[in-house]
């Protein structure tokens, strides 16, 4: 109860960027009546390395958070790492997260945080194009999604596809919102 009670206070204390949404602890972005598919045909392997946020869906925990990269590697125990890293405007980095994921079907990780009480969230690969340069994220309880792209900068034609990814998966893609890299 305490380490809640702690997360609450430091997403409270967060400073957002100026007209930036914070979404709520439970907000959810998708209608969850529609189904959700992740990528039957994932390949785990290429998806490792780094991956620039390039749009998000408002969480309290990402409030203020620019330039975000997340990256990924094999462990020896057949997972894989995960390290989040939350810069300022300035690009000095705010905040990192170490966490691993665990693979439970095509494209369907389960991704904990040992720092974070809620135990391991769901992390579905949604889409990922044909080079693993773009990537859809989201997750069936509809309270967060993602676009990740190899680069910091994305081309318009993915960033189109992604959003329409994640249209079709039911998903309010009016909250999206673009990351400043």
């Known amino acids: 109860m305490r380490a809640l009670a702690a997360l609450l ?7 957002p960027l100026l007209n ?3 979404g709520q602890l439970f907000e959810v972005y998708r209608d969850t009546t529609i189904p959700i598919a992740s990528k039957a045909v994932f390949d785990p392997a290429r ?3 780094t991956w620039y946020e390039v749009a998000r869906f408002p969480v309290p ?8 990269t997340a990256e990924y590697a094999l462990q020896d125990d057949g997972n894989i790492s ?6 300022n405007p300035d690009s000095t980095v705010r905040s990192t997260i170490q966490g691993s994921a665990q693979i439970v079907g095509p494209g369907r990780l389960k991704v904990s945080f040992p720092s974070v009480p809620f135990g ?5 690969i949604l889409w990922v194009d044909e080079g693993y340069r773009t990537a859809v994220v989201g997750a069936p309880n509809g309270r967060s999604g993602w676009i990740l792209n190899r680069d910091p900068k ?3 034609d993915r960033l189109n596809a992604a959003r329409e990814v994640l249209d079709f998966n039911g ?3 009016s909250k999206l919102m673009e990351v400043p890299q």
């Open 171 to 173: 998903y309010n893609v």
């Open 61 to 68: 925990f990402e409030t203020g958070c620019v330039k975000v």
């Open 154 to 156: 994305i081309p318009v």
């Open 9 to 15: 206070l430091i997403v409270a204390c967060a400073k």
């Open 82 to 87: 995960v390290l989040n890293t939350c810069r």
């Open 120 to 124: 391991a969230s769901d992390y579905w």
């Open 20 to 22: 930036e949404p914070v």
């Open 47 to 49: 998806y490792l390395g």
